[in-house]
């Protein structure tokens, strides 16, 4: 789709595309096909996609001939894609805003789907970190957020970007930045730089659901105070004997700063804190 067939869209609808929706359209023929490529979806697998739009992205993984759920906010492009789509057995649509779909309904333990999309920026961390809690999650996910985010969620320990959704993410996924996009592939415009970014999901650390949660607690509690000591931060919510232990087993400083510590050691602090005693 060029501008003016996409201009012509829009007319067709009636809408101005709106920021707050991050209502970026792609434009780039090349880059719709090295996504598409690059998730190489698989037919009669499941695929979910955020924000179908006009449905750019979604015609081509429609016509792999895998099954489509695609959930859309804009209830005038919802009306555009049930009209598209009408009578395309592998394509779902879901008209709701993504960040308050009950995943877990639809993708309940076991669930086995992959997700792929050109993700509205402003929902980009809430819909990562949904993901991320689920029972099962998405084996592989290609996303193209802000490049900040991007860069976020693929930093490494002692820099500023690294953060608690960092680690939680990468305690499930190994994360790529595959492409930087620049704002000319968009109609309109974004005001910064994208990037597509992969998750595969990677299986090193096998943790349960409540490993996850505990994990989950365990970083936004240190990280929302990043500046801060652990140990002084940790003692403020875990009985200091446990505290002292834990951090001594694992050779860190009661002085650390949480922004130096790998993922795995996390995950290993986090499961030391959690630990039931043993009398
Ligand atoms: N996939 C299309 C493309 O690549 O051209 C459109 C991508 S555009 C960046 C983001 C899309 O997400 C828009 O269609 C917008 O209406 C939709 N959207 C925004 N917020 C949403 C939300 N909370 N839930 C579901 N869709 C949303």
Aim: charged share 30%.
């Amino acid at each position: 789709m060029n501008k003016q067939e996409l201009t012509d869209r829009l007319n067709a609808v009636g809408m101005r595309p709106g920021r707050g929706l991050g209502q970026n359209f792609l434009l780039d023929g090349n880059l719709l096909e090295w996504i598409v490529r690059k998730a190489a979806p698989r037919k009669d697998e499941e695929i979910l996609e955020v924000g179908p739009g006009f449905g750019a992205l979604t015609e081509r993984l429609v016509a792999s001939g895998a099954r489509i759920t695609a959930i859309e906010y804009d209830h005038r492009l919802a009306d555009e894609l049930r009209r598209r789509f009408a009578g395309t057995a592998n394509f779902r649509l879901v008209e709701a805003d993504a960040c308050k779909v009950n995943f877990g309904g639809h993708y309940p333990e076991g669930s086995d789907f992959r997700c792929v999309a050109n993700l509205p920026y402003s929902i980009s961390s809430v819909f990562i970190a949904d993901m991320v809690k689920l029972p099962s999650p998405p084996s592989y996910m290609l996303f193209m957020l802000q490049k900040e985010m991007g860069e976020r969620l693929a930093a490494p320990p002692s820099c500023k970007a690294y953060g608690a959704l960092t680690v939680v993410t990468r305690s499930i996924y190994d994360v790529t930045i595959e492409k930087i996009v620049p704002p000319e592939v968009f109609f309109p415009r974004p005001e910064v730089d994208s990037a597509l970014v992969s998750f595969k999901r990677h299986g090193r650390f096998a943790l349960s659901d409540s490993d996850r949660k505990h994990l989950s607690t365990v970083v936004r509690l240190l990280f929302n105070q990043r500046r801060k000591q652990m140990g002084k931060v940790l003692r403020g919510v875990f009985p200091a004997d446990k505290v002292d232990r834990a951090l001594d087993e694992l050779a860190v400083s009661r002085e650390e700063r949480p922004d130096k510590l790998p993922v795995e050691t996390l995950i290993e602090l986090s499961s030391l804190l959690y630990r039931e005693e043993k009398n």
